[in-house]
């Protein structure tokens, strides 16, 4: 082909900068949100903040707040939050802001806990998540809002949460303990480039939210501490969660939808939902569906997870009293080192809110994927339990290697009531599933 020269330079710089593209560029959802520039900046020590560990600056984080509540200033607002320690109480955010922590700034959840604020429990759940009545409110809390950043420069958020876990480990709880972060009825929201640490609770808890996304987070909390969940969305729609390090007490990411009788009155799914590049620890699960999943939980999405020292690697988990639809959930490319077990899709997990509940709200699964998957030391490869009176069906297994702890036992797998289909799945799984033709699996 013989091309005027400046075409051929054309061509050749079109090539060049695709093939750049595709060398550089990484798959990524985080633009269901767009970032918007702030011109108008205030910080918190603006407002009375001191960062000396000590002070309580709970005034100056909320008046920082309603300053940008009240003036409204076009663009929105960014609170900067200076290098140091600023110990406070729980605040709320409001719409159109940004929490800017700088590198060495540490938002600290004060362990005075007579006058933490106590909200009405999610509709979706009927009652405290913990024990019955109200909850706290997390430590920082959205409810309505829209357009919110929180992010920096992996400054931390840090809720001091041993006191509240000693209070779970001696009964002496009153209420359901507060989430670190969570954001009610919101849209658009951007959590990036922060620490979460030792949260009282679960961590981030998007709930009846859509459009958020979650990346370039750290989250760590002891190994043994109570329902620490890493991102638990709820109830939830297009949640992006991508390349984070979570280590904590709980599973890492939970995607859930209310409990029971007050979840399926409530109606609320959970879709559209990415977790991609994650790497994590938790002596629970990995990438968890469940078990409050009775709003039903479709098109999920999890991809690139490496998980090291872990109860489950990916588990979905629901059970009767729950209906809810679980359809249509991908998890590709996991590995995972480590594990008490590989895989587990169970209809018998999880206690029930109250009395109340219809022992014939049998959950539906189906439509679960799950391929490309290397585990070393895993001690059960699967365990899959449908229900008698609802089997789970369209489990597509595929590409799946698990080695056994050191010995000459090879990892088994144990199922029932569930219909599917393998492919090169060693060791061999259950013949519920490697005799069946192929059926909808797009393998
Ligand atoms: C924070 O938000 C909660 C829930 O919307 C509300 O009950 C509470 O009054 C708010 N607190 C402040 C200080 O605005
Ligand atoms: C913050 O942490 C993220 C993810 O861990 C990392 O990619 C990023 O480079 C860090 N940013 C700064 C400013 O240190
Ligand atoms: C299944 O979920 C994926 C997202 O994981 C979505 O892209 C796809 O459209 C969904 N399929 C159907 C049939 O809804």
Same mark, same amino acid.
């Given at each position: 082909?013989?091309?005027?020269?400046?075409?051929?330079?054309?061509?050749?710089?079109?090539?060049?900068?695709?093939?750049?593209?595709?060398?550089?560029?990484?798959? *990524?959802?985080?633009?269901?949100?767009?970032?918007?520039?702030?011109?108008?900046?205030?910080?918190? *020590?603006?407002?009375?903040?001191?960062?000396?560990?000590?002070?309580?600056?709970?005034?100056?984080?909320?008046?920082?707040?309603?300053?940008?509540?009240?003036? $409204?200033?076009?663009?929105? &607002?960014?609170?900067?939050?200076? #290098?140091?320690?600023?110990? &406070?109480?729980?605040?709320?955010?409001?719409?159109?802001?940004?929490?800017?922590?700088?590198?060495?700034?540490?938002?600290?959840?004060?362990?005075?806990?007579?006058?933490?604020?106590?909200?009405? #429990?999610?509709?979706?759940?009927?009652?405290?998540?913990?024990?019955?009545?109200?909850?706290?409110?997390?430590?920082?809390?959205?409810?309505?809002?829209?357009?919110?950043?929180?992010? +920096?420069?992996?400054?931390?958020?840090?809720?001091?949460?041993?006191?509240? /876990?000693?209070?779970?480990?001696?009964?002496?709880? @009153?209420?359901?303990?507060?989430?670190?972060?969570?954001?009610?009825?919101? @849209?658009?929201?951007?959590?990036?480039?922060?620490?979460?640490?030792?949260?009282?609770? !679960?961590?981030?808890?998007?709930?009846?939210?859509?459009?958020?996304?979650?990346?370039?987070? *750290?989250?760590?909390?002891?190994?043994?501490?109570?329902?620490?969940?890493?991102?638990?969305?709820?109830?939830?729609?297009?949640?992006?969660?991508?390349?984070?390090?979570?280590?904590?007490?709980?599973?890492?990411? =939970?995607?859930?939808?209310? /409990?029971?009788?007050?979840?399926?009155?409530?109606?609320?799914?959970?879709?559209?939902? *990415?977790?991609? $590049?994650?790497?994590?620890?938790?002596?629970?699960?990995?990438?968890?569906?469940?078990?409050? &999943?009775?709003?039903?939980?479709?098109?999920?999405?999890?991809?690139?997870?490496?998980?090291?020292?872990?109860?489950?690697?990916?588990?979905?988990?629901?059970?009767?009293?729950?209906?809810?639809?679980?359809?249509?959930? &991908?998890?590709?490319?996991?590995?995972?080192?480590?594990?008490?077990?590989?895989?587990?899709? =169970?209809?018998?997990?999880? +206690?029930?809110?109250?009395?109340?509940?219809?022992?014939?709200?049998?959950?539906?699964?189906?439509?679960?994927?799950?391929?490309?998957? /290397?585990?070393?030391?895993?001690?059960?490869? +699967?365990?899959?339990?449908?229900?008698?009176?609802?089997?789970?069906?369209?489990?597509?297994?595929?590409?799946?290697?698990?080695?056994?702890?050191?010995?000459?036992?090879?990892?088994? !797998?144990?199922?029932?009531?569930?219909?599917?289909?393998?492919?090169?799945?060693?060791? !061999?799984?259950?013949? @519920?599933?490697?005799? @069946?033709? #192929?059926?909808?699996?797009?393998?």
């Amino acid at each position: 082909m013989l091309l005027p020269p400046f075409l051929t330079l054309t061509f050749l710089l079109l090539f060049f900068n695709a093939s750049v593209a595709a060398i550089y560029s990484t798959t *990524t959802c985080s633009n269901i949100v767009s970032l918007r520039y702030r011109s108008d900046r205030i910080s918190v *020590t603006d407002f009375g903040g001191v960062g000396d560990g000590r002070t309580l600056n709970t005034k100056a984080f909320r008046a920082a707040v309603y300053r940008i509540q009240h003036l $409204r200033r076009r663009g929105g &607002t960014v609170l900067y939050v200076p #290098p140091g320690v600023y110990l &406070t109480e729980s605040f709320n955010l409001t719409s159109h802001m940004t929490l800017y922590l700088a590198a060495g700034a540490v938002i600290k959840a004060t362990q005075e806990l007579g006058n933490w604020p106590l909200i009405a #429990p999610l509709p979706s759940y009927g009652r405290g998540r913990e024990l019955p009545g109200g909850r706290y409110m997390s430590f920082i809390h959205g409810d309505g809002l829209s357009d919110v950043v929180i992010t +920096g420069e992996n400054g931390t958020i840090d809720g001091q949460g041993d006191v509240w /876990w000693n209070m779970w480990r001696q009964r002496t709880l @009153q209420f359901t303990r507060p989430n670190l972060v969570e954001f009610v009825n919101s @849209q658009d929201i951007i959590i990036s480039n922060v620490i979460f640490k030792n949260s009282p609770f !679960w961590n981030i808890h998007p709930v009846y939210c859509s459009n958020v996304v979650v990346r370039y987070v *750290t989250i760590l909390a002891p190994r043994d501490s109570p329902n620490t969940d890493g991102i638990d969305p709820d109830s939830s729609s297009n949640v992006c969660i991508e390349d984070s390090y979570i280590s904590t007490g709980d599973d890492l990411v =939970a995607v859930k939808s209310g /409990w029971d009788e007050y979840g399926i009155a409530y109606g609320r799914p959970s879709y559209g939902i *990415t977790i991609r $590049r994650l790497t994590g620890s938790s002596p629970f699960a990995g990438i968890a569906i469940g078990s409050e &999943t009775s709003g039903g939980v479709e098109n999920v999405l999890a991809e690139h997870i490496n998980l090291f020292n872990m109860g489950v690697g990916i588990h979905i988990k629901t059970n009767s009293g729950r209906g809810g639809l679980i359809k249509n959930i &991908t998890v590709a490319h996991v590995y995972v080192e480590n594990a008490r077990q590989g895989i587990k899709i =169970a209809g018998d997990v999880g +206690g029930h809110p109250d009395e109340k509940f219809n022992p014939n709200a049998l959950p539906v699964v189906k439509g679960i994927t799950i391929k490309n998957v /290397w585990g070393v030391r895993v001690n059960q490869a +699967g365990l899959i339990h449908g229900l008698r009176n609802s089997p789970f069906t369209d489990v597509c297994l595929s590409n799946i290697n698990f080695h056994g702890m050191r010995g000459p036992r090879s990892p088994s !797998w144990k199922c029932s009531d569930v219909f599917g289909f393998a492919h090169q799945v060693s060791p !061999w799984p259950c013949s @519920q599933l490697s005799s @069946q033709e #192929p059926g909808s699996c797009a393998i």
